[in-house]
């Protein structure tokens, strides 16, 4: 069985949607990755624009609550977002949870002053989701797996 992964954030439109996408991508054939959200807010149409253009669909995910995923055995939990992480609930002891902080697309492109400005936010965005992704969610994953270290 793979080890699964979840990708939570506040609404489940962008940061969270991003990473379950490059994970599923790119780590697919080591876990199971799935993304979630305190709340539920649809799939942001930019971040969908953005991964397309890097060649990955995510069109097929949907934005959902963590409560519904309540009967998967997660492995770990990566909080995307300070909201999701101060408002984290709690899992089974089993399941390890991380923050990683990813800066938030749509409220930095509130201030841009055209389309493309505001796309270059989540392209950065996006990028940096996938440099997590290719360097360091594996090792995460494998510290998940591994048995507490007793003190020496």
Not at 13 to 33: F, K, T, V, Y
Request: net charge negative.
């Amino acid at each position: 069985m793979k080890p699964k992964v979840l990708f939570l954030c506040t609404g489940n439109s962008c940061r969270s949607q991003m990473a379950e996408g490059w994970a599923r991508a790119l780590l697919g054939d080591q876990i199971e990755p799935y993304s979630a959200g305190i709340e539920a807010h649809g799939l942001n149409p930019n971040a969908v624009r953005v991964m397309r253009e890097a060649g990955i669909d995510i069109t097929s995910q949907t934005s959902k609550l963590v409560s519904s995923l309540s009967d998967v055995p997660l492995d770990l939990v990566i909080t995307v977002c300070g909201h999701a992480d101060e408002h984290c609930p709690a899992f089974n002891q089993r399941t390890k949870v991380v923050h990683v902080a990813f800066d938030d697309p749509p409220k930095l492109a509130k201030s841009a002053a055209t389309e493309e400005e505001a796309l270059g936010h989540y392209r950065r965005v996006r990028d940096e989701i996938r440099n997590f992704v290719e360097t360091r969610l594996g090792e995460l994953v494998s510290s998940s797996l591994s048995p507490a270290k007793s003190p020496e």
